[in-house]
């Protein structure tokens, strides 16, 4: 019993997961999962092949693990990533446009607590964080995807929620010639747009099996359309005396004063009004490439070499059309106000001063997205001997994106005198708006009665970000088979690790660019000439499911051609003095937001392998050293100039550098326990210390005041070196009963206390050392300092997360079969003894899948939930949370196989057509934002050998 036990944990334990999950291990994953096939003849082909195959990974595993594997070579179980990982315990994920997933979230903590590797490596990110963005990376390049939700020494550190690791294929997943090739055709029935996507996989093995190959490409493009409604600066609530977190209020034109005293009287203490709010759709044309390899050489059975790449290129730029509406509140600009609850829900707005009215604007917003994301490496095995094992490994993983001035937010207003009203029935915002010409804002958009000469040039701004990620890694293992003392194996091992983030913010608002075209200095539309407004148009289906009251025609703002006329009409005099010149609005390097840190890692550990009569398990310490250097640039605000109501511009003085360097040290232990009952059911144990790293952005210290633009005095600091990464004391239990073939029940409970938690302090009423506001001649229009609101990522006191998740998945022999899973989490965190939700983590999580997969059919849904949770705290003061509302996302999926070699496959998905809203305590008055999709669906045919 013993010696077959051991021999079972060597090879699946020792080989599948503890080495998997060190930098050097993806060389012997294949392998395991060859054994897994032979020894449990599980078909790898189809969805239940897949999900069998996950199962035995989980049966066999050294900690608390879920996986997914393909259902073919090159076929993963959903064209994303993220979506697949979805149906697994307790993940949830977040949607970018289109609907497709993007962050993940392990166990209800955000994706920031979470660590992706591919194939042991860690990823390069795009972004500001560590977070990967899953929409990167096409799910065709991979086989199989773990979800390692306990800890181990010898798995790379960076985790507190979940390590999820990527796998490749190997060409030795199956000896000789394979391949595939798929074609699909996708069709979105909300936006009518259609995509399509090309790929293929090829391996083969050579010289007696020695030597093997295997390439993979992807190419996709496809559109899509995100309908869009929200607050594009937030509420505005007045002061509250009796609220210290709200002491100075977010009011930006004096208090909301209903009965026009010029007092804030306590009936009007933290009332709210709308500030203002957008709707439109965001219009996305995805294209995907990707390419793929992996070269292994096996010359005898004591020696493994491998080689393997993977290149991708994201290319989405996104165009926005949206209708945006400032309603701020100044004394006079409203009446007829109806209050509902300490919220203004109705309102007029008549005052004929052209800065009080409310002015509708066209605003086209894009951004330019191009990701290449790249990863090499080599990978070695040397079988020094039958009891001592050593593996090497190095790769580079690239991640670049540059937008710098390339992304636009470009505001055109409405110049003509109107009467409008705003009220709030628990949608959208409603606004209708009569001009003094006849014309109505609704119907007039519809019918193309609005044009170049309506409107004046605003707000003009153009930036985006250039960030490069780098990370080098290396790693060195051994593997000691001792068989003695209860110990069977002593696993230990160095990892090195360099990682440089690099991020040059590029915008125009540094220099009051962005206004260069506004107030005073507006252009009339109709004089610049060109195509900036050509026509009318209605978008299919758009907010269909929406019943408030707004424009649903838009005009066709093309910036391109808005930069072209701008740039001639080079020379015409400015009324501000001077003649206009585009250079004073092109956008320029802005060192504020811009950074540059290096991180350097050494980590090493020792883990053991120990089992008995029923029972085995691990024990290890890793021990890990890191060295961050962060530079960054900070200036002075010399002045703040006031252009017109809500539009400012701030004067810097001259940047300087600021570098910072910290340094720490972690400990962590990690043990695991399993006591086999019998051979079906199953306890695991697990006690450990983790640790995550804060986001990149969060280790330089940068700091912004861009929201000075419009009148929002708000200094925003990103955080710096010295802040401590997240540490947590985690413990789980998870008992398993795997009660028929391919079938599982598990229970598990999670315990996680963290330490040092990032969260972010507000600071009201800062005087930073900017003195009174001035008007365009350099007069003082304000007295005294010009107070500001401090923002800034802290370190908290502590959180606790703790909770269950519950699985069951079962096949009959007919065909049939489903699997269910349930999370549950509780969470609380605490920053000076005061307790807050801690944000991002939805409190329950499951999903529902039936299956049916029997001679040539396969057909199966899964329905995925999750639950409402706060995104962001203390938006309007203490209490007043943003929160996302539940959302269920159903798919489904039909495949014929007509012959042996051919498939043709239909999917589903958003059947449902949910969209993401979000509100203030989920107060439906209060929205924050709102997305929908559509529903799409896609046609596969499919060719294997």
């Known amino acids: 019993m013993k010696t077959a036990r051991l021999h079972r944990n060597t090879l699946f334990c020792g080989i599948a997961l503890a080495l998997l999950a060190s930098p050097a291990a993806f060389a012997q994953q294949t392998d395991t999962e060859d054994d897994i096939e032979s020894l449990d003849a599980i078909v790898v082909t189809g969805v239940r092949g897949s999900l069998a195959r996950a199962t035995e990974l989980k049966r066999n595993s050294s900690t608390v693990q879920d996986s997914i594997s393909a259902l073919e070579l090159g076929k993963f179980p959903d064209d994303n990533v993220a979506d ?71 798995l790379t550190e960076g985790a507190i929620g979940g390590l999820i690791n990527l796998r490749s294929a190997s060409p030795f997943d199956r000896t000789g010639q394979h391949g595939a090739v798929r074609l699909e055709g996708d069709r979105n029935l909300m936006s009518e747009h259609n995509g399509g996507k090309l790929s293929a996989v090829y391996s083969n093995t050579f010289a007696d099996d020695t030597f093997g190959v295997l390439f993979g490409l992807v190419y996709g493009q496809r559109k899509d359309r995100t309908d869009i409604a929200g607050n594009d600066g937030g509420w505005s609530r007045n002061a509250d005396p009796n609220d210290e977190s709200w002491l100075w209020g977010n009011t930006w034109g004096g208090h909301i004063d209903p009965n026009g005293n010029g007092e804030l ?22 294209k995907r490439k990707a390419f793929s390899a992996k070269l292994e050489w096996r010359p005898s059975d004591s020696v493994k070499v491998s080689f393997d790449g993977l290149k991708t290129r994201l290319d989405s730029p996104q165009v926005g059309y949206q209708q945006s509406y400032y309603p701020l509140y100044a004394p006079g600009r409203w009446s007829n106000l109806t209050i509902s609850n300490g919220i203004v829900t109705d309102f007029t707005m008549d005052d004929p001063d052209p800065e009080m009215r409310l002015n509708p604007e066209l605003l086209n917003q894009t951004e330019y997205r191009v990701v290449d994301t790249d990863l090499y490496g080599l ?16 790769y580079r993983s690239t991640s670049r994106r540059h937008s710098g001035g390339l992304d636009s937010y470009v505001v055109l207003r409405m110049n003509q005198p109107n009467v409008a009203r705003i009220w709030l029935d628990g949608g959208m915002p409603n606004v209708e708006a009569t001009f003094d010409d006849g014309r109505d804002l609704i119907a007039g958009l519809a019918n193309g009665q609005f044009g170049a000469d309506d409107f004046n040039t605003h707000y003009f701004s153009l930036a985006g970000d250039n960030i490069d990620d780098r990370i080098t890694g290396g790693s060195l293992a051994g593997d000691l088979f001792v068989g003695e003392l209860g110990i069977d194996r002593i696993k230990f091992g160095v990892n090195r690790t360099d990682r440089r983030k690099a991020r040059d913010l590029v915008n125009n608002s540094i220099t009051g660019g962005a206004d260069y075209y506004s107030g005073p200095n507006a252009i009339n539309v109709g004089a610049l000439g060109g195509n900036v407004i050509s026509h009318s148009f209605t978008l299919p289906n758009f907010m269909s499911g929406v019943s408030s009251v707004f424009p649903r025609s838009f005009l066709a703002f093309d910036v391109p051609s808005y930069i072209a006329a701008l740039q001639g009409y080079n020379g015409t005099p400015r009324p501000g003095g001077g003649a206009y010149d585009y250079a004073g609005a092109a956008p320029v390097w802005n060192p504020l937001e811009s950074y540059r840190v290096s991180e350097k890692t050494l980590a090493s550990y020792i883990e053991f392998d120990l089992s008995g009569e029923r029972w085995d398990g691990n024990a290890g310490v890793r021990l890990v050293k890191t060295t961050t250097t962060a530079q960054a640039w900070d200036a002075q605000i010399l002045s703040i100039v006031e252009f017109g109501a809500f539009n400012y511009s701030a004067v810097y003085d001259e940047p300087s550098s600021v570098y910072q360097e910290s340094d720490y040290t972690f400990v962590l232990p990690t043990a695991n326990f399993t006591w086999h009952f019998t051979d079906s059911l199953q306890l695991r144990l697990g006690a450990a210390k983790t ?77 930073i050392g900017v003195g009174p506001i001035l008007d365009t001649d350099g007069n003082p229009v304000t007295e005294g300092p010009t107070l500001f609101n401090v923002m800034r990522p802290i370190n908290g006191d502590h959180a606790k997360v ?130 929908r999709y559509g529903r799409s669906l896609t046609l596969g045919l499919s060719y294997r050998f």
């Open 379 to 394: 990978n070695g095995q040397w079988k020094v001997n039958d009891d001592f094992t050593l593996s090497a490994d190095v």
């Open 265 to 286: 009287d306590p009936e009007e203490y933290g009332l709210i009004g709308p500030g203002q709010f957008r709707v439109g759709s965001i219009l996305e044309e995805k």
């Open 802 to 931: 703790r909770g269950f998740e519950a699985g069951l998945q079962h096949f009959w022999d007919n065909g049939f079969g489903f699997r269910a899973q349930y999370t549950r989490n509780w969470s609380k965190s605490w920053v000076d003894d005061e307790e807050r939700p801690l944000e991002g983590i939805a409190p329950s999580v499951y999903s529902l899948g039936v299956t049916y997969e029997k001679g040539p059919w396969s057909l199966g849904a899964t329905a995925d939930r999750t639950d409402g949770f706060v995104t962001a705290i203390n938006v309007l003061g203490g209490g007043y949370n943003e929160q996302a509302d539940p959302i269920t996302w159903l798919t489904a999926h039909a495949s014929y196989a007509v012959n042996d070699r051919f498939t043709v496959s239909l999917e589903g998905s958003n059947l449902l057509d949910e969209e993401n809203t979000y509100s203030i305590n989920g107060n439906p008055l209060l929205s924050q934002g709102y997305y």
């Open 84 to 154: 697949s990982l979805s149906h697994i315990t307790g993940v949830s994920i977040s949607r970018t446009a289109g609907g497709e997933g993007q962050k993940v979230s392990v166990r209800g903590l955000g994706p920031e607590y979470t660590l992706t590797t591919f194939n042991g490596r860690i990823l390069a990110t795009d972004g500001a964080g560590r977070d990967f963005a899953y929409d990167v990376l096409p799910a065709d390049v991979i086989s199989g995807a773990d979800v390692i939700k306990g800890a181990q020494a010898s």
């Open 691 to 767: 640790m995550a790293r804060p986001a990149v952005s969060q280790l330089a210290p940068t700091n912004t005041t861009e929201s000075v633009s419009w009148g929002e005095f708000t200094q925003i600091y990103g955080g710096n070196a010295e802040l401590k990464p997240y540490s947590a004391r985690q413990a789980d239990a998870s008992l398993e009963w795997y009660f028929a073939e391919n079938s599982i029940f598990n229970f598990a409970v999670f315990h996680k206390r963290i330490e040092n938690q990032i969260t972010t302090s507000w600071e009201p009423g800062q005087d």
